[in-house]
């Protein structure tokens, strides 16, 4: 990728026909960009909008308050023939890309979008700075009015967060909002992949100590190190985080960033033993792992019960609301903001379980035993707030 100034202006040119660098499908993969105030979202959609990548991409921009004006001019939207060009205006770039700048999402903007479905392989949706993921994110998946209009047309591919790796962890560390844990890590646990940019700012050991604390908090998404958002598009985009395919985590994270480095922690296949669990947390917000074993159909129907008490109560099956009552009340409800699992049944019939929030599916995988085989155990990751001891010792309870 070649680097550009921050003056470039995008030039806008007649629509050139682009190479199918994506399958055609129904419906148009839509991707989440969250990320740190600051943390270099706009130079990389201006990154997007600039390069010569062969992906025609809608990349719409959500915007705020007063850096709106600001915003506007550095990513340059308004039409140099036309500066009166309102910015709900779409304009095609010199590299195919679609360009739209909206301060609130409206329906409008993605309709608009949607009658130029053919024109566009890709939407890049930008949320605010502080925004958390995990609303915007359960509206694109599943979401029963979308899926007689919009949703019709748009399929949730991920969702990217985009890390500060000088001020990252100072970030993490003051934001206090949401009940304290913060929106910054909201971000990551809500996240599929994770960019931790500027990293030629920061020193090695600082850039490592975000890095570690992102993964701690999100042990299954990549993290890239990028400089000014540089990153081969395809660890971004058509990356599946919410399909129900066969899921292999957690990850090995053999994450090499465009600079060449890779800053991975390897965990060889096979190197964990079963119900091994593992734990972290970071103000509130904590991932939980565990390896499930093979299991029968009836002990999965229990899994999914105990999912649907977590993710739909807020409590652990055991704890029903006799016992709740008998605690005063005073059991810490679980919020679970993020759950991926992979589980094998006798027999070799594999279920991939996605979830944002309350919303969840659990999909059995047709052909899943491909040539590599069928995994030995499944994984269950949640990722969310108040999954404590308690909530590990139920899961080995239910699985062992
Ligand atoms: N040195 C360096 N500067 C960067 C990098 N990425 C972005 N910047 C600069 O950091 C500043 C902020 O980047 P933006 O892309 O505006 O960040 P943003 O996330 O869009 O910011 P908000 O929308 O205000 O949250 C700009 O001056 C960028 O030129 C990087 O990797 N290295």
Not at 123 to 144: C, K
Not at 175 to 193: P, W
Not at 259 to 285: C, F, N, Q, V, W
Request: aromatic content about 4%; overall charge negative.
């Amino acid at each position: 990728m070649t680097e550009f100034d921050d003056e470039d202006i995008p030039v806008l040119i007649e629509h050139e026909p682009q190479p199918a660098e994506l399958p055609p499908q129904k419906r148009v993969p839509l991707t989440i960009i969250c990320g740190f105030l600051g943390a270099g979202k706009s130079t990389l959609l201006q990154r997007i909008l600039t390069e010569r990548h062969g992906y025609r991409i809608a990349v719409i921009m959500n915007e705020f308050g007063d850096t709106a004006d600001i915003e506007s001019k550095a990513i340059n939207v308004s039409s140099p023939d036309d500066p009166q060009a309102t910015s709900e205006e779409f304009l095609e770039l010199a590299n195919g890309c679609l360009c739209c700048s909206i301060k609130d999402l409206g329906v409008a903007a993605i309709e608009k979008l949607m009658q130029r479905k053919g024109a566009f392989d890709h939407i890049l949706l930008e949320t605010t700075g502080l925004a958390d993921p995990g609303p915007i994110a359960s509206m694109f998946w599943h979401n029963e009015e979308l899926a007689t209009g919009l949703g019709r047309d748009i399929a949730l591919d991920g969702v990217i967060c985009m890390v500060d790796a000088v001020f990252g962890k100072q970030q993490m560390a003051e934001d206090k909002t949401v009940d304290g844990d913060g929106e910054s890590l909201r971000q990551i646990a809500g996240s599929d992949v994770i960019l931790l940019n500027k990293a030629d700012l920061a020193p090695e050991e600082q850039v490592k100590e975000v890095e570690d604390i992102i993964r701690g908090v999100n042990p299954v998404a990549p993290v890239y190190r990028t400089v000014r958002g540089n990153i081969d598009l395809k660890h971004i985009m058509g990356i599946g985080g919410y399909a129900a395919a066969p899921w292999s985590a957690p990850p090995t994270h053999d994450h090499t960033s465009c600079e060449g480095h890779d800053h991975g922690h390897e965990h060889a296949p096979g190197d964990h033993k079963h119900l091994e669990s593992t734990h972290y947390e970071m103000r509130g917000i904590s991932s939980l792992q565990v390896s499930v074993p093979v299991l029968s159909q009836a002990r999965l129907d229990k899994v999914d019960e105990w999912i649907r008490s977590v993710l739909w109560e807020g409590i652990l099956p055991e704890h029903n609301a006799a016992s709740l009552k008998t605690n005063g009340g005073h059991l810490a409800r679980l919020e679970v903001l993020r759950c991926k699992g992979l589980f094998i049944l006798e027999g070799g019939v594999q279920h991939v379980l996605q979830g944002v929030r309350s919303l969840y599916e659990m999909t059995p995988v047709e052909g899943a035993s491909g040539p590599i085989g069928v995994p030995d155990d499944g994984k269950l990751v949640l990722i969310g707030k108040g999954l404590d001891d308690s909530v590990r010792k139920s899961l080995e309870t239910l699985l062992s």
